[in-house]
């Protein structure tokens, strides 16, 4: 294993983010391509061995996995944007404010005009009940986030005893009709793709209130206590803490995953509340095994491959609804229905690596992401420099801080480790 190297680790997180995106975007990309998911059914056009392996192979080691990653990145970052306000001499509480409300907003409009299953509002909200919170003692905040898990896990499985699904939910052979009019309204302009936006609104809204609310605020908290003790400004990837984690979060996490899959996947109450209670010890396996990849001298390329997209996440979470968008709907080249499972992996991975270059070129010459600066302006009330001075080093060398986003997207933060400064948050 390598030396710890202060500029490296300050590439971790960025790298992590990156890593995540990736992940976001596999889930969602399966609702941009049809309407079948979201109603809970298979399209039957996909219904062989292959297909039936892939959407497994998801379930078990995707869905419902890196959402988490961004939320405790989320609670991380939230510490370092603190500790630039108290550098500027700044009023904290407006900042953040301005923050979140440009967080909403922009989450908003992609719920409407992108992709209606958006995280980015649900992250605003949730972030006005961390700002409540973030003078509570490293304890406390804890325990309000393992009561706050509880509180899902126990109403997830109450729901599954005690409430009757069929009540409610239509018939599978309703639901494939659902799924076959989804997908061609998809298939329609604006005026069809909105519509169907707006119709999931009340089901995004009783998730974000029931599940990914809840869930996200816990995790603001677990990351800001890291924040506070700048665990991730540490890394050397020679821990043994990493290992121990990998121990423990692989085979629960797995165990959790395939109860899920097996079970049906987001059909199954029961199956959901296995996932989110062991996703999280999944989620820190995989950033372990990262952690340990980059630090590796034979492997450490990763991390320069992954960090540029981290870094620009917001902008690249939206980017990814928009090649969705223009892809399958019939506002583009309209191909909803079309790709099988395997062959919607390989579009979220072509995406995605697309991204990784143009991140990686666009960061030579420029210091945030598009989106990113227009936020960091917003947060600070004065406009940011973009454009990277000549006498500054460009690329992905020594990344700066970038705005807390997702899922599916929250950007990446720099570390404080090896003595290296916290710069501003944008």
Not at 176 to 187: I, S
Not at 248 to 253: C, K, R
Not at 310 to 325: D, F, P
Request: glycine share 10%.
């Amino acid at each position: 294993m390598t030396t710890p190297n202060p500029v490296r680790r300050l590439l971790d997180v960025d790298a992590v983010r990156g890593f995540a995106l990736f992940g976001i975007f596999v889930v969602n990309v399966t609702f941009m391509a049809s309407g079948y998911p979201g109603n809970l059914v298979t399209d039957p056009d996909f219904d062989s061995g292959l297909d039936d392996a892939v959407r497994t192979l998801s379930s078990v080691f995707v869905d419902m996995k890196f959402y988490v990653l961004f939320s405790f990145l989320f609670g991380y970052s939230f510490t370092l944007q603190m500790a630039a306000a108290s550098r500027a001499g700044a009023a904290f509480p407006a900042r953040m404010l301005r923050r979140i409300g440009g967080l909403f907003v922009l989450g908003a409009l992609h719920a409407v005009f992108l992709y209606g299953g958006d995280i980015l509002t649900t992250y605003a909200v949730a972030c006005l009940a961390l700002l409540l919170l973030r003078n509570v003692q490293d304890r406390t905040a804890i325990r309000i986030a393992v009561g706050l898990y509880a509180l899902v896990l126990v109403s997830l499985v109450a729901s599954a005893v005690f409430v009757d699904r069929s009540a409610f939910l239509p018939s599978e052979a309703e639901a494939l009709a659902n799924g076959e009019e989804a997908t061609r309204a998809l298939l329609g302009g604006w005026e069809s793709n909105i519509g169907e936006h707006f119709a999931g609104l009340p089901l995004l809204l009783i998730q974000a209130v029931a599940l990914q609310g809840p869930t996200a605020l816990g995790l603001f908290l677990l990351g800001m206590v890291a924040g506070r003790r700048q665990w991730l400004g540490r890394i050397s990837g020679s821990e043994p803490v990493l290992r121990r984690i990998q121990w423990i979060g692989f085979p629960v996490g797995l165990l959790g995953s395939i109860v899920y899959a097996a079970s049906g996947g987001n059909g199954n109450t029961l199956g959901v509340a296995a996932s989110v209670a062991t996703a999280p010890l999944l989620a820190a396996a995989y950033v372990a095994t990262l952690l340990r990849v980059m630090h590796n001298a034979r492997t450490a390329a990763v991390r320069a491959a992954l960090a540029p997209a981290g870094r620009m996440a917001l902008t690249n979470y939206l980017g990814q609804s928009v090649a969705g968008l223009l892809t399958f709907t019939g506002i583009g080249i309209g191909l909803a229905g079309t790709f099988s499972p395997l062959a919607l992996f390989a579009f979220a991975l072509a995406v995605f690596g697309a991204q990784l270059v143009v991140s990686a070129l666009w960061l030579r010459w420029f210091r945030y992401g598009p989106v990113e600066w227009a936020l960091r302006w917003l947060t600070n009330a004065r406009r940011p420099a973009l454009v990277v001075p000549p006498t500054e080093p460009g690329g992905t060398t020594v990344p700066s801080y970038v705005d807390p986003v997702h899922a599916a997207g929250v950007p990446p933060v720099e570390q404080s480790g090896g003595g290296l400064r916290q710069p501003e948050p944008r």
